[in-house]
Structures are given as structure tokens and as C-alpha cells.
């Protein structure tokens, strides 16, 4: 209902913006030539046609708008599905979905391959010339076994009405379905099946958990989709019927009965299957046997069959009728398969979310108590502030201190003395008032993201002005950073992590490395930009050289700096995501990455969601503090 | 103006356009793992698959069974070997159009295992102690069953612990760098050093005992299966044939060891913890044995097994 009102509303948004652009392009004409950046000003209307055509490219694909518009279309095409899957091996043997007869192909390759080990055979010297006619001969013998399963007048009047048995169910089936009353439902049987597809549900994933048990009903909901799954049950039978015909006339069985007697024989004279000329046999043997198992038939034999399949296929896309073009035209680049038990889409539906499953998805993952993997994607607990006293204060203080820590009495009883007090005090094991911090997924990433970029700023700033100012820093600090800047960071990522560990300390240490670089990169293009003018004029006003750094040079490469910082953030973030693929408990890249083993689509869109949403907010905190703290940038 | 939107819609149209036309398979491709010896190897060495399906043959290693089917419903596999049976219920789970063939090998605890390091001093007797502490699984995998079940036999709560996602080389870094306390794993390199530091929580026998087994399977694309059925039987046929080799003594454990990329020694330490099934066993295990039995237990969809291929 949502997802078709959004439809229209980005349609005519786009049409309607189009509109009033062109519009707006006629009126400019005037006085805007071509190249005035004026004309580049402007065009909220232009963002919007930009969005929703993004929003609808994703209704589409997804095949939201399918689902929105005919619910139960997914559910027919499911049974269509059915009957598709059961047509498919049958389909294979002939010139229907492939270019040749499968029995034409067969012989096609299993006579090069005999081709091929005669030449080997051929060739060898370590096969003994009277072995050498032998092995010459079963081959000749396993081509000669072909014509007598290709020829019409050997084929077994058993097999031969077989077929036409087979044939006959095939059109009958064709008949019964092009009937409107097929396949006969009793009133009870129909109020089972309804009450049965009621159960299993609609065609969208699991709004009540992570993980999606049925997305695709697979009990026919409507009479059409009936027609077909009854249909598919008949030509599975079918199917299964054929392929256990094979031609085996008496001429070929004895012939393949003796070849198999004969390389028997032949190998047993050797002492290990292992031996060359035993294993060339071997290998002659392995494709008469597979000649043997595929079917193949004289090349007129399966005519009508394959025609009868033909009127079927055709009676059966004519009896989809506007589900058809359901199908061609709401479910693009794939479509509803079928495969075993379940239903299954197939194509982009799977991979690319619906917009709806996607928004309750994440509106479940938010809910606190379910969150991911038990932790909240962000959420707050309590803390008590002395955790922080003691993670602030080192332990050691308690330690320094005269006297001993307490030693049970003969009660059993610990009484705490003063030293005990001061390292429950150190340790932050005491209770003060609680307040409430954030935690969970998103919130760790976010940490780690923050953590490496400031730890990066507050070493990578001074040094990069000193690499700016001075020519022994220069030296020194030149090939150091310059060796380790090229190298992408992810190239680090498995070395920090097993030298660091895989907590917090080694994900943090890896962003602070990818913003170090940037950052003294930034702070000394900016040191060494300074106009010399700018610092002459300090100087003959008296300024102190800790003056001059901190009123001059200093304001005057922040610009850079904070373009630096910009930089910075979209790099850790791409690190970090990796970093947590690597090994994680928590954060965003933990999530994707765990996601994707239980194929949970839905949720690895909503973390690149997160992840692009995160980045953004970054990015445009930056900018605006650009904008409030330093007005004179570009303007020096 | 026409001509972007005659762009926009050629574009749309090119995306709608299914190519449908298959070909007839001119090259199989095949999933394996190093690390992870079995009979096959020997034949996969001497390209004697190549032989037995009539078309090349291409093996690929992976790391883990989640990634080969990945793989699979990207159209790039067409045959999974010793896919572990997780992975495989997690994928038909999720309604990928993949089928079980045939089981590639049953094994104790001794290919996949949870090892705690001696430095945590926890032990079967205190494995309660696992709670609130980190411990490193290849979630998705054989390993995950594995530690979920020990987990079980030792009273421990895992929804207490931290666990962490690591695949079997990191996890047993992790262990021998103290990161972690226990790490899952499975592979003989990878259990190799993880034990270097620690012990397995759970010896094979006590496994045994406790009704922890792993199963390795063969899994195939539907599509594959249906247009290449010929090609399925003679692939399992041949793997039957090797592992009737092996359990003769004849393989050629060089080959192996080789393709495997483990040292001979090891190799058969990790292969005398593996059972490879006659076909007469495999048909009973998926019918209605240990097989039936862990798939009922995962509440997987039925119908994804078929029998049809084996000799």
C-alpha cells in the first residue's frame, strides 16, 4: 500500500520536476550563457528527480512494486516455477534450450575423447605394441557400439512404444491443462489448501526476526497457480519415467557386456590398477559407460516427443496470460525459481532487498532487545562513574602504599584495612551515581573511527608543522612517512592484528596509522604555504618565535588541516569496515560480515545504509565546523 | 532530453534482458579445500577427472564451505566437494537452489575441534569459566556446530560468551597471541598450532562419546544437475572409486599430500580421524543414518537430498 503510493509519488516527482526544469532553462536563456556559473546554482528540483529516481531504480529492481501492485503474482510464478523446473530436464535433451540434441552432443564429445586416447595410446612407449592392438581394439569396439544405439531399425519395440506412451501422457497433459475445471479440485481439498496457504503466510521476509524463514509461499493461493503445481506433480512423473528408458537393445548390451567381460580380463593380468596400459583401459572402459548412461536414441525417434514438449511449453505460456507479463515486466534481470522443496527468487530480488522488508528490518534490528547477535545496533546503559575514576587512576598506587593487604581470619571473614580501600578505590570498585552512555554496534564503530582520527590529529598536526619548519624534522621523519604512506592500509590490517590483537587497541592503532599520514601530509603543505610576508610582518612587530607559530603559520595551514581531517574520515572508515571483517564481536563491518555467512541480504543492506548515513554526518559535522571556525579559509 | 531518456530506457531494457540460452558444459568447475585430505586428491593430481567427465575439470580451493556457496549461486561452481553440512543447511535455509549429492566423508573431532589455550587454564572440568570470555569461531561452519554442541557437553552457556568471527588460520593465531582463550577451528595446519599452545577441550574419544560427528558433503547447482546429470554420476562414481582405493591401502598418498599441501605425516593423522562411506553407507546415511538424522535436527527443507547418483 506504502510501496504503491511512494511509486506514483516518484514518478510524477520526476515528471513533474523535468517539467518545471525546462521550464526554468527556457526563462535563463536570456541572460545566462553558456560557462556562467550561475547556471550551476540552484536545482533542488533536479535533486529530487536525482533521488527518486534512485529510490525508483531500487522499488523496481527489487521487485517491491511487483509485490505491491499483485501480491500473489510471486506466488503463481512460484507454481509456473514448478512446472518449469519439471520441463527443464527434459528441455535439456533437445534442440529446446540447447543448440544440439543432447544425444548429438554425446556422441560428438565422446567420440573426440576416444579420438584423444588413441592418439595418447598411440603416441605412449611405455605400452607394449600386442597391448597396444588391444587397447586399439576396445576402442573400436566402443565406437562401434554406438551406431547400434543410433540405429532406427535396432531400436526395441518395447522402447519404441515406451515412448509413444510417454509421448501421449505429455499431450494429454497439454489437453487437461488448457481446461478450465483442471485438475478437478474437490470442495474439501480446496478449503484444505486454502487454509494451509493462509498459514504459510505473504510473499515478503520475516518482520519478527533476523533471519527469514518463508519468503515465498509455496502452496498455490489461486486457482491458475493450482492448475500448475498439479501440472508439475504430472510432469515430474513424466520425466522420471523417461529417464529411466534407456536404449539398450540385445545387439548393444551383449556387445557392452563383452567389452566390459573383455577389459576385465584384461586388466586383471596386471598387479596394480595402477599401471598405465591397465589405466588406459580403464578409461576406455569409463566412457563406454557413459555412453552407456546417457540416452541416446535414433535421430528421429524422439521427434514427436520432443513436439509434444513443444505444445505443452506453449499451452502453458499462453494459460500464464497477464502473469506473463507480470513476470517480463516487474521482475526484472530474473524471476521466481523453483528448486526442490521451496521457492526461491532469483536474480536481483535476492540480492537487492525490497525497501519495505528493508525498513522493518531495521526497524527490528533497532529495537534494544534484539538488536544483533544480542548486542543493540545503538543503544544506552548505565554506567557508574567510578569505572571511570578507576580506569583513570593507575592500579599501582595501592601497591606503593606500607602495609599488607588483608588476610582472612580464622572466621573466614576478610576485613578490609587501608589498603584494601584504596585499591577498590584505584580499581573503581566502589559505588558512585550512575549515568547513561551509549553502546552497542554502531556506536562502536563510531568510537574507534573517532579514537584513531584524534589520536592521528594530536600526533600528525605538531608533527607535521615541525616537518614543515624545521630541516632536521624534514630529514628525519621524510623517508619514514613517505615509505609507509603508498602502502594501502588494509596491507597492514593482518599484521596490526595479530601484533596488536584483535580488540579495540589494534583496530584504533590501524585507523590512527591511515589518519597519521594524511594528517602530517596536510599540517606541513600548510606550514610551508605560509606567506613569508605575513611572517616578516610578525616578526618586525616583535612577535616570539612560539608567536609566530601559534598567530601565523598555525591559522594559516588550519585550512589545509581540516581538508585534511575530511580526507581522513572517509579513509578510516573504509579501513575500519575491514579491520572488523577481519575479526570482530562487534561494530558495523561485524555485522555485515556475519550477515553475509547466513545469506541475511536484507541486513547487509541496512550496515551500508549505516555506513554511507555515518560517513555523511561525519563529513558535514567537519564542514560546518570549517565553516564557523575558519572564515578566512580560501581567502588568504 | 530524448536522447537521455531513450538512454535511460535502453539501459532498462538491456537490464531486463535475461541472456537465457545455456550451453552444454564445457569446462566443470569444482570447489575443494586444501588442508582437508581426502582419496580424490589423488585423482584430481592426475587429472584423471578430466577423464571421467569427458570435459576439463577446474579445482578451486576455498577457505570455508559459506564461501563456496557463495560462490555456487554466483554461477562460478558448479560442484562443491566436502562442503561442510552447516554451510549447506544455512545456504538451503536461505532457498539457494543447491542439492546434496553425496557425502564426501564422516569425521570425529578429529578435523574440527575446540582448542583452549593452556595459558586460560580451562579445561573440561571448568569450562564454565568460557563464559565472559572471548573465544574465536568460524561462524556459519562445521566449527560452530561443533562448538555449540561441546558447549553443550561441558555445561557451558555460550550466549555468555564473546564470540568472535574468525576464520581457522586467524583463530589459531589468535589463540597462540592469547587474544582469545579457546578457538574452533578446523584443518590440520590450523589445529596444529592452535594445540601448540593449548589443548583440545574435548578429546576425539569424549566427542565421540557425546554424539559429536561432522559430516562433509558433495553439493551440486540444481541447474548443473539437471542439465548434466551424466556428469554428476560419473563425478561421484570416480570419488567413490577413489575412496574404495584408499580404503584398500593403494592411494598414493604423495599425490595427495601434494594436492592438499600438507606434509605426509600430517596428512595422515588428520586422515585417520575421517570415515570415508562405501556407497552402500552413504545410501543408508542419507536415507535414514546420521546424515537424515543432523539435517531433522537443523529443521532443514526436505527434498534438497537425492540418492540418484550414487553407484
Not at chain 1, 526 to 544: W, Y
Not at chain 2, 175 to 197: P, R, Y
Request: aromatic share 10%; hydrophobic share 40%; glycine share 8%.
Amino acid at each position: 500500500m506504502i510501496t504503491a503510493f511512494l511509486t506514483f509519488l516518484f514518478f510524477f516527482a520526476i515528471i513533474g520536476c523535468i517539467l518545471y526544469g525546462r521550464k526554468l532553462i527556457r526563462t535563463e536563456k536570456i541572460d545566462a550563457v553558456f560557462g556562467n556559473p550561475e547556471r550551476a546554482k540552484g536545482g533542488v528540483h533536479w535533486v529530487i528527480v536525482g533521488s527518486s529516481f534512485l529510490l525508483l531504480v531500487w522499488l523496481y529492481y527489487s521487485w517491491d512494486i511487483a509485490k505491491s501492485f499483485f501480491p500473489r503474482s510471486a506466488n503463481e510464478l512460484c507454481q509456473v516455477g514448478k512446472v518449469n523446473e519439471s520441463l527443464l530436464s527434459l528441455k535439456y535433451l533437445f534442440p529446446i534450450k540447447e543448440r544440439q540434441l543432447k544425444s548429438t552432443s554425446v556422441i560428438k564429445t565422446e567420440t573426440e575423447n576416444l579420438n584423444k586416447i588413441l592418439l595418447e595410446i598411440d603416441k605412449t612407449d611405455k605400452v607394449n605394441s600386442q597391448d597396444k592392438v588391444k587397447l586399439i581394439n576396445f576402442i573400436n569396439k566402443t565406437k562401434n557400439s554406438i551406431p547400434l544405439l543410433t540405429n532406427e531399425n535396432l531400436l526395441n519395440n518395447e522402447t519404441k512404444s515406451k515412448i509413444g506412451i510417454i509421448t501421449d501422457k505429455i499431450n494429454n497433459l497439454t489437453d487437461k491443462f488448457t481446461r478450465s475445471d483442471y485438475p478437478n479440485e474437490s470442495p474439501e481439498e480446496e478449503i484444505k489448501r486454502i487454509d494451509a496457504a493462509k498459514k504459510e503466510g505473504n510473499w515478503s521476509s520475516s518482520s519478527t526476526s533476523i533471519e527469514n524463514t518463508i519468503e515465498i509461499p509455496s502452496i498455490p493461493k489461486t486457482k491458475r497457480g493450482l492448475k500448475f503445481q498439479a501440472a508439475a506433480v504430472e510432469l515430474n512423473a513424466i520425466s522420471d519415467e523417461f529417464f529411466e528408458l534407456r536404449n539398450h537393445n540385445e545387439q548393444y548390451s551383449s556387445l557392452l557386456e563383452n567389452l566390459k567381460k573383455e577389459i576385465k580380463d584384461f586388466r586383471s593380468q596386471f598387479d596394480s590398477a595402477e599401471d598405465i596400459t591397465s589405466s588406459f583401459a580403464k578409461d576406455i572402459l569409463k566412457i563406454a559407460r557413459r555412453i552407456e548412461y546417457a540416452s541416446i536414441f535414433p535421430p528421429n525417434t524422439l521427434k514427436d516427443m520432443q513436439g509434444s514438449i513443444e505444445n505443452f511449453d506453449k499451452a502453458q505460456k499462453k494459460e500464464q496470460g497477464g502473469l506473463r507479463w507480470v513476470d517480463i515486466l516487474l521482475f526484472p534481470s530474473g524471476t521466481i525459481i523453483s528448486s526442490g522443496p521451496s521457492c526461491s527468487e532469483q536474480g536481483s530480488g535476492r540480492w537487492l532487498p525490497k525497501p519495505s522488508d528493508t525498513v522493518n528490518k531495521f526497524a527490528l534490528m533497532l529495537n534494544p532487545k534484539v538488536g544483533f547477535k544480542q548486542i543493540p545496533l545503538i543503544w544506552y546503559e548505565m554506567m557508574d562513574v567510578s569505572k571511570i575514576v578507576g580506569f583513570i587512576l593507575p592500579d599501582w598506587i595501592a601497591d606503593i602504599l606500607p602495609g599488607e593487604y588483608p588476610v582472612h581470619n580464622e572466621k573466614g571473614e576478610v576485613k578490609p584495612n587501608f589498603k584494601s580501600k584504596v585499591l577498590s578505590f584505584v580499581t573503581g570498585d566502589f559505588k558512585l551515581f550512575k549515568i547513561p552512555i551509549p553502546t552497542g554496534h554502531i556506536w562502536d564503530s563510531f568510537l574507534r573511527v573517532f579514537l584513531g582520527l584524534v589520536a592521528g590529529i594530536i600526533v600528525g598536526v605538531p608533527l607535521g608543522l615541525f616537518m614543515g619548519l624545521n630541516r632536521f624534522a624534514k630529514g628525519f621523519f621524510d623517508p619514514l612517512i613517505e615509505l609507509y604512506r603508498p602502502v594501502p592500509p588494509l596491507a597492514w590490517a593482518p599484521l596490526v592484528i595479530s601484533v596488536l590483537g584483535i580488540d579495540n587497541l589494534g583496530k584504533v592503532f590501524l585507523l590512527f596509522m591511515v589518519s597519521l599520514s594524511i594528517m602530517i601530509i596536510s599540517a606541513r603543505a600548510g606550514a610551508s604555504g605560509t606567506q613569508l610576508s605575513k611572517i616578516h610582518a610578525a616578526h618586525s612587530l616583535g612577535a616570539s618565535r612560539w608567536q609566530i607559530l601559534r598567530h601565523v603559520i598555525f591559522p594559516n595551514s588550519l585550512p589545509e588541516i581540516l581538508t585534511g581531517i575530511r580526507v581522513a574520515t572517509g579513509m578510516c572508515w573504509g579501513t575500519l569496515v575491514a579491520a572488523e571483517f577481519l575479526a570482530g564481536t562487534t561494530g558495523v563491518g561485524f555485522v555485515e560480515n556475519v550477515a553475509k555467512k547466513y545469506f541475511q541480504y536484507e541486513v547487509i543492506w541496512i550496515t551500508i545504509f549505516i555506513m554511507g548515513m555515518l560517513g555523511l554526518i561525519f563529513d558535514i559535522t567537519i564542514r560546518k565546523i570549517i565553516d564557523k571556525t575558519i572564515p578566512w579559509r580560501g581567502k588568504g | 532530453m530524448k536522447k537521455i531518456i531513450s538512454t535511460v530506457l535502453g539501459i532498462l531494457f538491456a537490464f531486463t534482458l535475461n541472456a537465457s540460452v545455456a550451453n552444454a558444459a564445457s569446462e566443470v568447475r569444482v570447489a575443494y579445500f586444501l588442508e582437508w585430505p581426502s582419496p580424490n586428491l589423488e585423482d584430481m593430481n592426475k587429472k584423471a577427472y578430466s577423464k571421467a567427465l569427458g570435459v576439463p575439470v577446474k579445482w578451486t580451493n576455498f577457505t570455508n564451505g559459506v564461501a563456496m556457496t557463495d560462490a555456487m549461486l554466483a554461477g562460478d561452481i558448479d560442484i562443491s566437494y566436502s562442503q561442510g553440512l552447516m554451510p549447506y543447511i544455512n545456504a538451503v535455509k536461505a532457498k539457494a537452489p543447491i542439492s546434496l549429492v553425496d557425502v564426501a566423508m564422516e569425521y570425529g573431532m578429529g578435523g574440527t575441534t575446540c582448542v583452549t589455550s593452556n595459558k586460560s587454564g580451562i579445561t573440561k572440568a571448568n569450562a564454565s569459566e568460557l563464559e565472559g570470555k572471548k573465544v574465536a569461531v568460524p561462524l556459519g561452519t562445521m566449527a560452530e556446530y561443533v562448538f555449540t554442541e561441546s558447549m553443550k557437553i561441558v555445561g557451558a552457556d555460550r550466549k555468555k560468551m564473546d564470540v568472535i568471527a574468525m576464520d581457522p588460520e586467524e583463530g589459531a593465531a589468535a589463540l597462540v597471541s592469547g587474544d582469545v582463550v579457546m578457538a574452533c577451528l578446523f584443518g590440520g595446519n590450523s589445529i596444529k598450532s592452535a594445540t601448540s599452545v593449548g589443548k583440545r577441550l574435548l578429546t576425539v574419544d569424549e566427542a565421540r562419546a557425546g554424539g559429536i560427528m561432522g559430516i562433509d558433503i558433495v553439493s551440486v547447482t540444481n541447474k548443473f544437475m539437471k542439465e548434466n546429470p551424466g556428469m554428476v554420476k560419473s563425478f561421484v562414481e570416480l570419488t567413490h572409486e577413489a575412496n574404495e582405493r584408499y580404503r584398500n591401502g593403494k592411494s598414493d598418498l604423495k599425490a595427495m599430500s601434494k594436492e592438499s599441501e600438507m606434509k605426509v605425516a600430517d596428512m595422515k593423522d588428520t586422515l585417520s580421524g575421517f570415515k570415508f562411506l562405501t556407497p552402500k553407507e552413504t545410501k543408508k546415511s542419507m536415507k535414514r543414518g546420521n546424515l537424515s538424522k543432523f539435517l531433522k535436527g537443523f529443521d532443514t527443507p526436505r527434498g534438497t537430498v537425492t540418492t540418484k547418483f550414487l553407484p
